[in-house]
């Protein structure tokens, strides 16, 4: 009779706990700046100044810190092209594809809701029934 391994997420959440897995996926794409960085690639901006400005208000040691971390993180690739001139382009990986639906259904979940409508307009808002 073979014996199974609990999965040590499933033995977290059961728990009380949140699955880490969750936690670092919000740490990553939380961070400031990484989902329009990710947007911005998936849209074709491939250089540095294409994603500078399609992201817009970042700047330039934060974006290239921002990419060095997506680079470590796994979902960036950066490619140094033999010039002249030297170009640096960058580009998603497999994991970093992967989130473009989920950034497309959080870009949805915005729109349903009036996120950035209902911040302009009411900034002390609360929602329905909370205290």
């Not at 349903?112 to 911040?119: D, F, H, N």
């Amino acid at each position: 009779m073979s014996q199974t391994t609990p999965n040590p997420v499933h033995a977290e959440e059961a728990v009380g706990g949140a699955c880490p897995s969750f936690v670092t996926a919000m740490d990553v794409i939380g961070r400031r700046w990484n989902g329009i960085i990710i947007e911005a690639i998936g849209r074709g901006n491939h250089g540095y100044a294409e994603i500078s400005r399609f992201v817009g208000h970042v700047g330039d040691t934060m974006l290239a810190k921002r990419l060095r971390e997506l680079e470590a993180d796994g979902l960036v690739e950066r490619t140094v092209e033999a010039g002249p001139p030297i170009r640096v382009t960058y580009t998603l990986t497999v994991a970093g594809s992967a989130l473009l639906p989920i950034l497309e259904d959080i870009t949805s979940w915005g729109h349903a809701y009036s996120l950035a409508e209902s911040r302009d307009h009411q900034p002390n808002a609360r929602p329905e029934g909370a205290r």
